[in-house]
């Protein structure tokens, strides 16, 4: 088998709602979607476009490459197919490797049992062969096998990405319940930012909306922040296919003259938090850091842009009474100083939403952790909205 002159059915995932946003940054690089669905995006390629693809991405979560299909009822029947493939032609001897699963069948209690069987029939495979194994366990940081399993169809997949790609890799201090990269990303692709006029973004916390938004209008990549992916420990990889593309990321950067990104927190720690973080994605000096409560936050008028929050929620009695005003004060902040703006508010909790006392053009859904979400869009006309009276 040679893994990297071959074409097969590769699966892009993501987390559940962000499929839309990962299906517009695959076609955007060039690629054609067969299919999606809610955590993820199918088309076919090579182990190549796997690497474009890691590298490129800001929705994804994983990228898997289909290497085998077949039918297993049970453990056994799982055990006995594997152990006959050409494994050696995918790890190495020496190396090392991890097993992954998604399994859905009524023999298996446990998906862990499974993983042992995949892992079982590899380790026998080399043993039978070479007398010798690679070594295993649950790190990502090396080879990594995926399993999904649903009823009868077994499917063995390469997980070319290993660790998540969901995080960005230029986030070193997380701060106060962070959003996850990805979904700050595709909440940016979900409006409608031109990414070259100003975008406000008050109560930043540790600012990931802003910096992915700086990394948006500067078409700065993923890849740029991250050394070591699972591609790069199977057999066949050579490195110069990887420098290729990784050079290429260097190439995209664009400098935007004039951008204008604000990002404020009424904690002194948190634009702290935001400003080591932003320079560890190369983006520090795109971005205006105050402390300040969210009124007294800069809006630009000379163009009109977006403004967007990101509060909190509310998940204990007492704390959501509170927010209630907050939420108050903040549809009074976007209509009193943010006129000619478009406004985005993301939510977990719709009630809240209420409060902010401004009619949303647009609901996008979301989900974070568990909670589901929702970006409110708003438009902020700069004057009373008028209707044209008509000729007698």
């Known amino acids: 088998m040679q893994l990297f002159q071959q074409s097969s059915r590769i699966i892009i995932t993501c987390s559940n709602r962000l499929s839309p946003f990962l299906q517009q940054e695959i076609s955007e690089l060039g690629f054609t979607p067969v299919r999606v669905f809610k955590t993820g995006v199918e088309l076919k390629g090579t182990m190549e476009d796997c690497i474009k693809l890691n590298l490129q991405l800001r929705c994804a979560s994983q990228v898997l490459f289909s290497i085998n299909e077949f039918t297993a009822r049970n453990a056994d029947d799982l055990y006995n197919s594997l152990i006959h493939f050409e494994w050696e032609d995918i790890i190495a001897a020496d190396g090392y490797f991890s097993i992954t699963s998604n399994v859905d069948n009524d023999t298996i209690n446990n998906s862990l049992f499974a993983n042992v069987k995949v892992k079982d029939a590899i380790v026998d495979r080399f043993r039978n062969r070479t007398g010798l194994r690679p070594n295993s366990g649950p790190e990502l940081d090396k080879a990594v096998i995926h399993l999904y399993w649903k009823e009868d169809l077994a499917e063995i997949f390469i997980d070319t990405s290993g660790e998540t790609l969901s995080k960005h890799g230029y986030r070193k201090i997380p701060g106060k319940a962070p959003m996850l990269e990805a979904l700050a990303a595709a909440t940016l692709l979900a409006t409608k930012w031109d990414r070259s006029s100003p975008f406000i ?109 990101n509060p909190e929620y509310g998940d204990r009695l007492g704390v959501e009474a509170e927010l209630e005003i907050t939420y108050g004060r903040i549809g009074d902040f976007m209509k009193k100083k943010c006129k000619g703006y478009t406004g985005y508010i993301f939510t977990g909790n719709l009630e809240l939403a209420k409060k902010i006392g401004l009619k949303p053009k647009r609901r996008i859904e979301f989900y974070t952790s568990k909670i589901d979400c929702r970006l409110l869009e708003y438009e902020l006309y700069a004057g009373t909205k008028r209707i044209a009276p008509q000729s007698p």
């Open 201 to 309: 973004n008050p109560m930043c916390g540790s600012s990931t909306v802003a910096i992915e938004a700086a990394l948006l209008a500067t078409n700065r990549r993923p890849g740029l922040y991250r050394a070591n992916y699972a591609f790069m420990h199977l057999v066949g990889f050579e490195e110069a296919m990887y420098v290729q593309q990784r050079k290429k990321l260097d190439e995209m950067v664009t400098k935007p003259e004039s951008l204008v990104i604000i990002a404020t927190d009424i904690s002194a720690d948190a634009i702290n938090i935001s400003k080591i973080n932003a320079g560890a994605a190369g983006v520090a000096d795109l971005i205006r850091f105050e402390v300040c409560d969210f009124e007294l936050t800069e809006i630009p008028e000379e163009q009109a842009g977006v403004v967007y929050f």
